[in-house]
């Protein structure tokens, strides 16, 4: 922290840090970005997601055994409660996540699994930089759903992963 800067002004440019760090995770899913999933958490930063619970490193491989095309996530961040105290957060994010199994006539296509959850993370400045140190996953209520009936979007820009989206263009 700079010492001549006021400690509000401080607390808002640290809260933001965090708060540009837990929005990069749902990018980094929905993308298949391994290397910016892996880029958000501290090398010895635990995840515990209830199907797998152990080194967030070990998370970011076992999301990357589930890639494949066809595969669609889409996470949605809500609110966000941010409490930092020093060069430590907690933090609280209400998310729902939304993932349809199979391309157009795979397996998987006709369902879409519907997930409200919270990632209750405590997140560390170390050497300037907040990371994620421990994320817990908490699960409400969740569904799969019929998606037999698809939207035509074919004359809309489409998704991607990493690095064919759009958004790796701008």
Known sequence: MDQHRDPEVQRLIDESAIRHLLALYPRALDRQDSALL??????????????????????????????????????????????????????????????????????????????RVRYLDRVEKREGKWKIAHRRVIFSPCHIADASHDFDASMCLQEGGFPADEVYRW
């Not at 066809?70 to 996540?97: L, S």
Request: net charge negative; charged share 20%; hydrophobic share 30%.
């Open 38 to 115: 892996a880029s958000l958490f501290h090398p010895d930063a635990v995840d515990d997601h209830g199907h797998y619970n152990g080194p967030a490193s070990g998370f970011v491989e076992w999301m990357k055994s589930g890639s494949r095309p066809g595969v669609h996530w889409t996470h949605h961040n809500g609110t966000q409660i941010i409490e930092i105290e020093g060069d430590v957060a907690q933090t609280e994010t209400y998310c729902i996540a939304l993932c349809r199994h199979g391309a157009r006539g795979e397996a998987g296509f006709e369902k879409e699994t519907f997930l």
